[in-house]
Structures are given as C-alpha cells and as structure tokens.
C-alpha cells in the first residue's frame, strides 16, 4: 500500500497550490478520501474529506470557500485544489485513505510565505 503526496512547495500570500495524492496498493475506489494538515507544534487537523465517489465533500470551517478536494477513481488520485493562502495554511499536508483500513502518505510540506 502507498499514498504519494505532491505538489507542495512555497507560495506567496494570496497564491495557489494543487496536491495530489495518487494510491495503490488497495482498492481505491472503496475508500473515502481525507486531505490533513499538521503545523509546527501544533495537532494534526484534518482539512477536507470527499466520499469514495466523490459525491459528498466537508470542510474544516477555516478553509471554505478557499480549498476544493476532487478524485478521479480512474487514476487513483485526490486533489486538493488550494486558493487564496494564507502563511496560517502553511503546515505539512498528508493525505489519508478512510475505509476498512486507514492508510497515510509521507506527507508534502506547504510554505505560505512572502
């Protein structure tokens, strides 16, 4: 089993970023999918949830309206589609497989910063 986070990097205030976490290993399509985040010294916090067919999604209230998750079951992938940063998203973004079994990727370090 593994989950591959990418597209991390440093981005000014106000910019966008794209994650994408692509799986295998395990039946993708089953599972539920949830994008979490973990700043220094602080907990981890999960960020936004999508169903196994994309068809329900949540938010945590601090990124609404700013961030979108989207799948395609075809490739395996999750997305986390990040507008308007702010330097308080910077954190370590993991994502994360919900379903019979939970599953984790090594995470993609997000930098908001000017």
């Known amino acids: 089993v593994q989950l591959v986070e990418s597209g991390g990097g440093l981005v000014q205030p106000g910019g966008s970023l794209r994650l994408s976490c692509t799986a295998s290993?395990?039946?993708?399509?089953?599972?539920?999918m949830r994008w979490s985040r973990q700043a220094p010294g602080k907990e981890r916090e999960w960020v936004a949830v999508i169903g196994s067919d994309g068809g329900r999604r949540n938010y945590v209230n601090s990124v609404k309206g700013r961030f979108n998750i989207s799948r395609d079951n075809a490739k395996n992938t999750v997305y986390l589609q990040m507008n308007s940063l702010k330097p308080e998203d910077t954190a370590v973004y993991y994502c994360?497989?919900?379903?019979?079994?939970?599953?984790w990727g090594q995470g993609t370090q997000v930098t908001v910063s000017s």
């Open positions: 994360n497989a919900v379903g019979p079994y939970s599953y």
């Open positions: 290993g395990f039946t993708f399509s089953s599972y539920a």
